[in-house]
């Protein structure tokens, strides 16, 4: 089993920043990628961003330009720097590993995000 940790979210104003941190129980080495996603109240959880083992990075077009997702091999830990926000990124934000680009695999119990005025 492996146990993924989120911190970091919070309100802030639209316009805002935050940075939210993910750690793992396990080397994110083990995993194909690591990647944040969200779930806004009555819509599907959709994927927001990853990095793959070899540091390759892909963003939602929702986030482009806003977000930007990194990690730390020495605690493995995976960050999401969210700058720029606005009213419709709240959601709760789940950390989790992909077995493969399009395939989940193990979840955090989620971080919620807020962004209101």
């Known amino acids: 089993q492996v146990q993924l940790v989120e911190s970091g979210g919070g309100l802030v104003q639209p316009g805002g920043s935050l940075r939210l941190s993910c750690v793992t129980s396990?080397?994110?080495?083990?995993?194909?990628?690591m990647a944040w996603s969200r779930q806004a109240p009555g819509k599907q959880r959709e994927l927001v961003a990853s990095i793959t083992i070899d540091g390759t990075t892909n963003y939602a077009d929702s986030v482009k330009g806003r977000f930007t997702i990194s990690r730390d091999n020495t605690k493995d830990t995976v960050y999401l720097q969210m700058n720029s926000l606005k009213p419709e990124d709240t959601a709760v934000y789940y950390c989790?590993?992909?077995?493969?680009?399009?395939?989940?695999?193990?979840w955090g119990q989620g971080t919620q995000v807020t962004v209101s005025s």
């Open positions: 989790n590993t992909r077995i493969s680009s399009s395939v989940a695999g193990y």
């Open positions: 396990r080397s994110i080495f083990d995993f194909y990628a």
